[in-house]
T-cell receptor
Framework: DAKTTQPTSMDCAEGRAANLPCNHS???????VYWYRQIHSQGPQYIIH???NNETNEMASLIITEDRKSSTLILPHATLRDTTVYYC????????????FGTGTRLKVLA | GAVVSQHPSRVICKSGTSVKIECRSL??????MFWYRQFPKKSLMLMAT?????????EQGVEKDKFLINHASLTLSTLTVTSAHPEDSSFYIC???????????FGPGTRLTVL
């Protein structure tokens, strides 16, 4: 079973920050949190990942709570092209790096 | 990021035939690759872990005799759907990761339609 839970869907106004939450209360100390998004009929695209510190790259920021039981993906200035499904994943069994996908959040950016 | 390709991108076959899907890591070597399937409007479901030079590890409920996986080289894994039936119609996606990284890179997917 997936180790993460996400809201099924969210809306966000174009140009505003999109904040996508993820719960991973059973995360282990050496497990990373990954975020991917999947545009229709394509493979998932890597966005960002982190262990305990907040992370930022050219696409997004990742905020992980101090107890590591939840995290938030932030798209700083959402555009219409960001409308798609976002997956939060906690890396599976150590040594194999397998990902177990949850249901994801369908983000809709509104004009 | 690393590039993973899949071939073919889409395939249509008749019921009872077998279909082979290739997954290649184009600019790195991958001792481990993963195969997923995805039904419409559903999430990705991990099918198996493909290990170079050894047998694949299948997730619970996935028939190893139906979904044959071969990982003969460090850049190629193949998934063969044997005796395909209409219920096998799905989007099949592979992923691979570099030894030095924890990040998985996904292929573009293969859409299989069984008539």
């Amino acid at each position: 079973d997936a180790k993460t839970t996400q809201p099924t869907s969210m809306d966000c106004a174009e140009g505003r920050a999109a904040n996508l939450p993820c719960n991973h209360s059973t995360i282990s100390g050496n497990e990373y949190v990954y975020w991917y998004r999947q545009i229709h009929s394509q493979g998932p695209q890597y966005i960002i990942h982190g262990l305990k510190n907040n992370e930022t790259n050219e696409m997004a920021s990742l905020i992980i709570t101090e107890d590591r039981k939840s995290s938030t993906l932030i798209l700083p200035h959402a555009t219409l092209r960001d409308t798609t499904v976002y997956y939060c994943i906690v890396r599976g069994t150590s040594g194999t790096y397998k990902y177990i996908f949850g249901t994801g959040t369908r983000l809709k950016v509104l004009a | 990021g690393a590039v993973v390709s899949q071939h073919p991108s889409r395939v249509i076959c008749k019921s009872g035939t077998s279909v082979k899907i290739e997954c290649r890591s184009l600019d790195f070597q991958a001792t481990t690759m993963f195969w997923y399937r995805q039904f419409p409007k559903k999430s990705l479901m991990l099918m198996a872990t493909s290990n170079e030079g050894s047998k694949a590890t299948y997730e619970q409920g996935v028939e190893k005799d139906k979904f044959l996986i071969n990982h003969a080289s460090l850049t190629l894994s193949t998934l063969t759907v044997t005796s395909a039936h209409p219920e096998d119609s799905s989007f099949y996606i592979c992923s691979a990761g570099r030894e030095s990284e924890d990040t998985q890179y996904f292929g573009p997917g293969t859409r299989l339609t069984v008539l």
